[in-house]
């Protein structure tokens, strides 16, 4: 029988199916699979939203509300020291004891040895709002990273419609513009641009010039934003401790009067050395961590056991930022 005329032969039973069979095979279906999730779903025994079990949505929700900082605290306090945060995907809570405008600058010299003079200017150009809005919009859809390669295939007929692509627009031009001109002229020291040259050069087929200028602007963009909070989050909570901030000016202090650091120079290695400026920024960094989101990695193939808990292999594992 041909399969034309075996549909032909089930359409008119499929027709004469009542509302109530329907609804029975619907309950059925559900009840199968409610019963069996603990043998299929390979995170059931972890706890988590209930929303979060089943699809991306809770993370997607969160990342746009902006509030997955405060929402991972609440977790931990509800479900403990691992969490369901998707269905794949699970959350490891570890336990560990405004210099805004001028960041940019921060980042200038280290990737290219150059200021880019916001200060000076007392503009940013625009660099923080494209910032902003890029990362905020890759914190939702990095929950949905198969979005992102639609919108890029359907970009010639849609046109650009998230903003994470912004990472093309005028920072990229500033990193170009850089770039190009170290082709003909040397640093004034050694920085990274020099270092990802270097790797260019020995690896022309791995690390094309397209990852050199990738590269350069991947660094303004993930390293103002964070230098920015975690120096003012640090200075203020120095300020709101007038005693820990006393110490720390001894210490800066005692360097300064050893002759081991001065006002425009503190050697990496140095400041290193200088136990309670470390002990500052770390605990600067753990009550104002700069990214609150998730981290994910993914599990080996083998699997881990954590918290007590198998989490199998492929999982996407994350470890808390807050
Ligand atoms: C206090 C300052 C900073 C904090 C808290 C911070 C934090 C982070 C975090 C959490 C990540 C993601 C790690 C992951 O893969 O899970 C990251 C990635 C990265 N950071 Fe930083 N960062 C800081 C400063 C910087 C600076 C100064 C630079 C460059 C000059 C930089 C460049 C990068 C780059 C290139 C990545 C990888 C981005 C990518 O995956 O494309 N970061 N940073």
């Not at 089930?10 to 329907?22: C, R």
């Not at 001109?181 to 790797?199: C, G, N, T, Y």
């Not at 303004?220 to 640090?234: L, M």
């Not at 994910?296 to 994350?318: A, M, T, W």
Request: net charge neutral.
């Amino acid at each position: 029988m041909s399969l034309h005329s075996s549909l032909q032969g089930a359409l008119p039973q499929l027709e004469s199916l009542k509302f109530s069979d329907v609804l029975t095979v619907g309950l059925i279906t559900v009840a199968v699979v409610l019963l069996t999730l603990p043998l299929w779903d390979r995170l059931a025994s972890v706890p988590g939203p209930f929303w979060a079990r089943w699809s991306p949505i809770w993370m997607i929700y969160h990342s746009l509300k902006g509030d997955m900082h405060r929402e991972m605290i609440q977790l931990h306090e509800k479900y403990g020291g691992i969490v369901r945060t998707g269905p794949f995907e699970v959350l490891r809570f570890t336990f560990w004891v405004l210099y805004l405008i001028g960041s940019p600058d921060v980042i200038g010299e280290l990737t290219f040895s150059k200021r880019f003079g916001f200060i000076e200017e007392a503009s940013d150009k625009g660099t923080f709002a494209q910032i902003e809005g890029a990362l905020g919009s890759a914190s939702w859809v990095g929950q949905v990273p198969w979005l992102y390669w639609i919108h890029d295939w359907l970009s010639p007929l849609i046109g650009n419609r998230l903003k994470v692509t912004n990472r093309h627009g005028m920072l990229r031009e500033i990193a170009g513009k850089e770039v190009s001109e170290r082709s003909s002229v040397q640093s004034a020291h050694p920085d990274m641009l020099d270092k990802f040259m270097d790797v260019h050069r020995k690896q022309p087929e791995k690390f094309d010039s397209m990852a050199v200028l990738s590269m350069a602007a991947s660094n303004i963009f993930a390293g103002s934003d964070t230098t920015a909070i975690s120096i003012s989050a640090i200075m203020y909570h120095l300020c709101k401790n007038p005693q820990y901030k006393q110490k720390l000016l001894e210490e800066i202090d005692a360097e300064a009067a050893a002759g081991r650091i001065s006002r425009t120079n503190v050697p990496y290695k140095v400041a290193q050395n200088m136990h309670y400026l470390q002990v500052c920024i770390q605990e600067g960094l753990r009550c104002h961590p700069a990214v609150g989101m998730s981290m994910p990695r993914v599990v080996p193939p083998e699997g881990l056991v954590v918290n007590g808990k198998r989490i199998p292999g492929g999982v996407s594992l994350s470890t808390d930022s807050v």
